[in-house]
């Protein structure tokens, strides 16, 4: 279980409470539900952060992300959630402006940091994720998970996500063992679900690679029907704020 975690603080002594996720149980959606509908629970952060991306279901214009800690000794340290301001500050700005986030990171070394998100970073984010991991050497591993790709046609959202990769951040689609890890747990939801979900991861990963390893310039530009299907697939469902 995660412990309480103490550090001092510039107000003084502080502290939070890291509570262990718990495990989410989704059931079944039509191919014109919505996110709203699928709610099984009173979590519905983790039903946007499940469904996104997925075929048949309206996605949403926010981003939600999950930032958790743990020490060399795989203890967990720090867990909370965070959702971008419209029009104001993406949700990892709002992450790293967080006072608690900060203290985390300040009064704990060699540690591993892990970011759920249901959109992958902009290329601004990626920038400020990048200078956050290099200017802190006691970040261990900094790993970036995601539903879905942010608008991968824009090549400077390519470019941001190399950008992480040549840093040494981790990046990576979401997996029937990350989703246990932020408390879903597919095996328990219907095998239509579970085969559309793992579509969308599989797709993710796919496109992850082919950013990360077949890009090879800004002119360098993939043209196959896996790449145009799902980027058109993107831009046709989602609207941003």
């Not at 996720?21 to 946007?48: C, G, K, M, Q, W």
């Not at 967080?98 to 009064?107: H, K, N, Q, S, Y």
């Not at 939801?189 to 800004?218: C, H, P, Q, W």
């Amino acid at each position: 279980m995660y412990k309480t975690s103490r550090w001092n603080s510039k107000q003084g002594q502080g502290q939070i409470q890291i509570r262990p996720a718990l495990t989410i149980i989704v059931r079944a959606v039509s191919p014109t539900t919505t996110v709203e509908d699928t709610y099984h629970s009173e979590d519905h952060f983790l039903n946007y952060l499940l469904w996104t991306g997925v075929k048949g279901t309206k996605w949403p214009n926010r981003t939600y992300l999950i930032a958790t800690m743990k020490s060399s000794y795989g203890e967990g340290i720090f867990n909370k959630r965070f959702v971008n301001i419209p029009s104001i500050k993406d949700a990892e700005a709002v992450m790293l402006c967080d006072d608690d986030f900060d203290d985390a990171v300040t009064a704990h070394h060699d540690i591993e940091i892990t970011l759920t998100l249901n959109y992958s970073p902009c290329s601004k984010c990626a920038d400020k994720l990048r200078d956050f991991y290099e200017n802190h050497r006691n970040i261990r591993n900094l790993i970036i998970q995601f539903s879905f790709l942010y608008r991968i046609r824009e090549e400077k959202n390519q470019f941001g996500l190399r950008n992480l990769r040549e840093a040494g951040v981790t990046l990576q689609a979401m997996n029937a063992n990350s989703w246990r890890e932020v408390g879903v747990d597919l095996e328990s939801m219907a095998s239509s679900d579970v085969d559309r979900i793992t579509e969308r991861d599989e797709d993710t990963e796919g496109m992850l690679n082919k950013v990360l390893f077949t890009y090879e310039s800004e002119q360098d530009q993939d043209t196959s029907d896996d790449y145009d299907d799902l980027s058109s697939r993107f831009h046709s469902h989602l609207i941003f704020w």
